[in-house]
């Protein structure tokens, strides 16, 4: 289980909007990793279109979600919200 911090919390519930970076890094290390959308939305459990449109930035991955991510691909929430990959 991830735990956050109250900084996480903050970000992500309400405070800056964090979510362009957080497309932003999501699609970047999906890229990086070599792994294609189909793949990642399978390892995830959603649809592909969904994927494409959190790695636009049309639509806002819920807290869940990232969990998951960062759970799946080994890092932490900060990680995934202040590196630049």
């Given at each position: 289980?991830?735990?956050?911090?109250?900084?996480?919390l903050?970000?992500?519930?309400?405070?800056d909007?964090?979510?362009?970076?957080?497309?932003k890094?999501?699609?970047?290390?999906?890229?990086?990793?070599?792994?294609?959308?189909?793949?990642?939305?399978?390892?995830?459990?959603?649809?592909q279109?969904?994927?494409?449109?959190?790695?636009?930035?049309?639509?806002?991955?819920?807290?869940?979600?990232?969990?998951q991510?960062?759970?799946?691909?080994?890092m932490?929430?900060?990680?995934?919200?202040?590196?630049?990959?």
């Amino acid at each position: 289980m991830i735990e956050l911090s109250e900084k996480d919390l903050s970000l992500i519930v309400g405070g800056d909007n964090v979510y362009p970076v957080v497309c932003k890094n999501m699609k970047n290390i999906r890229h990086q990793r070599k792994i294609t959308q189909q793949k990642m939305a399978m390892d995830m459990m959603i649809d592909q279109s969904t994927l494409s449109k959190y790695e636009s930035c049309r639509r806002n991955p819920d807290l869940n979600y990232i969990m998951q991510f960062c759970s799946t691909y080994g890092m932490t929430i900060d990680d995934l919200i202040n590196s630049h990959y």
